[in-house]
């Protein structure tokens, strides 16, 4: 089935066309008035050089005028084998289509919206046959059933020509296309891009991203880049202006050698706050007693570290290089992953 956007918007025509697989453009005029396109021979030339197949409407009241409108623009220097040309489907249409396939051209009989108009176009021999069919389910009609009809009529009497499902509305009405088996189907950029998206997909490629961090990050990488240490001759009250300054709730005390004495948190504040009273902020942090810090290397994997707050239910791990204070890995650092 082949995928055509539908716009007359020149970024969102740059953005479709990123994708490198889609077969064409289709476009209006009252896509191009609400873009506020004055310059309409200009914007069809431009948008002939940006994609691989344009169609474009060629309007007139007779077969004549609407083929010689093709032919203006044609001129304009644009492909006959890449442009087809679209016609509202009437008598007057039906017979120009005739016309400009017999000269070889490309054309698009659309604004159908029963299958008498379809079969009248086919038997024309248009390129394509296009229903509405949002539109269509917007006046109460069984859009669906009109868009199987065209294509059983295509293949039941060997017509050349192609269903285009048309008026896409959202990605329900994409799937219908593709169940009912029509042949082209052209849709809006904001359905486009929506195609590929469902949560439970979401899901799982973030935890196979995080699964694969997890064994192949090392922790040195993943650190916050934090890392607040103070002497153990300091007093609790300059270690808790710079665990303010780097807004951290934790903070690493060294000796006068540089090893790690050990980790102070907030948690340990508001302990010895409540156990013995505001007098302690002038005590030095060598005063404290500390246990034996949870660190890791930094050249241990994630891996190692998920294991780590698993195991001892903690929220920051000391990060060290060969024993000395590097930083610390917040829980969060790997929950951001």
Do not use: W
């Amino acid at each position: 089935m082949e995928l055509y956007l539908d716009s007359a918007n020149l970024k969102e025509i740059e953005e479709g066309f990123k994708l490198g697989f889609l077969n064409g453009l289709t476009t209006t005029p009252t896509f191009m008035q609400r873009e506020g396109i004055t310059d309409i021979d200009g914007t069809i030339v431009k948008l002939s050089k940006m994609v691989p197949v344009l169609q474009i409407e060629a309007l007139g009241n007779t077969a004549e005028d609407v083929l010689k409108e093709a032919h203006r623009q044609l001129d304009l220097g644009l492909d006959p084998k890449k442009t087809v040309f679209k016609i509202p489907v009437s008598l007057e249409g039906v017979r120009a289509c005739s016309m400009l396939r017999k000269e070889g051209l490309l054309v698009n009989v659309h604004l159908v919206y029963t299958l008498q108009q379809a079969y009248m176009a086919m038997h024309a021999g248009a390129t394509y046959v296009c229903p509405l069919v949002g539109r269509l389910q917007d006046q109460g009609h069984d859009a669906l059933a009109l868009v199987e009809q065209c294509v059983g009529a295509v293949e039941n009497y060997g017509y050349d020509t192609k269903i285009m499902f048309s008026s896409v509305r959202h990605a329900e009405h994409v799937r219908n296309a593709i169940n009912v088996g029509v042949h082209t189907i052209t849709v809006p950029l904001k359905v486009l891009k929506g195609l590929t998206e469902n949560n439970f997909t979401t899901i799982g490629t973030e935890q196979f991203l995080t699964d694969t961090r997890l064994m192949t990050v090392r922790v040195g990488e993943a650190a916050n880049g934090i890392n607040p240490i103070v002497a153990a001759d300091a007093t609790l009250q300059s270690a808790l202006v710079k665990m303010t300054e780097y807004g951290f709730g934790a903070i690493t005390v060294t000796n006068a050698d540089g090893s790690v004495k050990g980790v102070f948190t907030d948690g340990d504040i508001r302990r010895l706050l409540q156990k013995e009273g505001e007098h302690i902020l002038g005590k030095t942090m060598g005063d404290m007693e500390y246990k034996v810090p949870i660190s890791i290397e930094a050249s241990a994997l994630l891996n190692d570290a998920a294991t780590l707050f698993k195991k001892t239910s903690v929220d920051t791990i000391l990060v060290t290089d060969n024993g000395k204070p590097v930083g610390m890995l917040d829980i969060q650092d790997l929950e951001g992953l």
